[in-house]
């Protein structure tokens, strides 16, 4: 589990601002997709 920005950025395409160095690497290798969105309520100490 990652931050959302971080996956965002990983999986961010060609031509979009998220787009950088992490997401060409991790591409070459990986086929990356956010599997899915954890909300803030299931934290113990929910983060703002």
Known sequence: ??????AER???L???KAYGI???FLGLF???KIA?????GVFF???K
Request: with cysteine; proline share 8%; glycine share 4%.
């Open 1 to 6: 589990m990652i931050q959302k920005e971080v």
């Open 10 to 12: 990983i999986t961010a």
């Open 14 to 16: 060609p031509g979009s």
């Open 22 to 24: 992490l997401s060409v």
């Open 30 to 32: 990986y086929e990356c």
């Open 36 to 40: 899915f969105h954890v909300k803030t």
């Open 45 to 47: 100490l929910s983060p």
